[in-house]
């Protein structure tokens, strides 16, 4: 059971708009930034958005990421097939004195 | 560019030690803190530790402190993972990532893991 929360999966159309939830505590997300990998089938995590919402340079502006308190999203506009992906919340976690991940939500284009 | 490159996959049984490596390249390797993550078949992703190269200061994961020994060669711009006696519950994808900031001196709680390697897919099974 992972420390933040992600729903296992999410599915949506091509050219549609979909949002990835990441639910954690005070000891983690709401005291500390927020990043997000994907994970594309066979690959290696690539960071997608560090400090809740900033986009690393090559990343396409069709991601997002935001934050409100203990709770972080990740939105994908836009959607392409090559979006199929495992995508991971991360945060540090002060009380654990450890990185934690969500447990991964795998994204479907239909 | 920077890059970490780590070494290849490893077949082995039970009660065998093994060491994979992480080489830096592109960067100062030296200056910055190399992470290692483990996941295992299907499932998500779990920090295990980390390593300043400069210093070989090292920090585990609860998790994992005893259970594996995280290693550094700056004179080879490599960082190391090792396990002393090999369990089947070791199987699993191990990855480096270079974290962004001072892990000690700015703390952990805005940093970030960038770039990973390609992973090192270990196997114990007898």
Known sequence: Q?????PPSVSEAPRQRVTISCSGSSSNIGNNAVNWYQQ?????????????????????????????GTSASLAISGLQSEDEAD???????????????GGGTKLTVL | EVQLVQSGAEVKKPGESLKISCK???????????????????????????????????RYSPSFQGQVTISA???????????????????????????????????????????WGQGTLVTVSS
């Open chain 1, 2 to 6: 992972s420390v933040l929360t992600q």
């Open chain 1, 40 to 68: 594309l089938p066979g690959k290696a995590p690539k960071l997608l958005i560090y400090y809740d919402d900033l986009l690393p340079s090559g990343v396409s502006d069709r991601f997002s990421g935001s934050k409100s």
């Open chain 1, 87 to 101: 995508y991971y919340c991360a945060a540090w976690d002060d009380s654990l004195n450890v990185w934690v991940f």
């Open chain 2, 24 to 58: 830096g390249s592109g960067y100062s390797f030296t200056s910055y803190w190399i992470g290692w993550v483990r996941q295992m078949p299907g499932k998500g992703l779990e920090w295990m530790g980390i390593i300043y190269p400069g210093d070989s200061d090292t």
């Open chain 2, 73 to 115: 060669d700056k004179s080879i711009s490599t960082a190391y993972l090792q396990w002393s006696s090999l369990k089947a519950s070791d199987t699993a994808m191990y990855y480096c990532a270079r974290h962004s900031g001072d892990f000690i001196a700015e703390g952990p709680g805005t940093s970030w893991f960038d770039p």
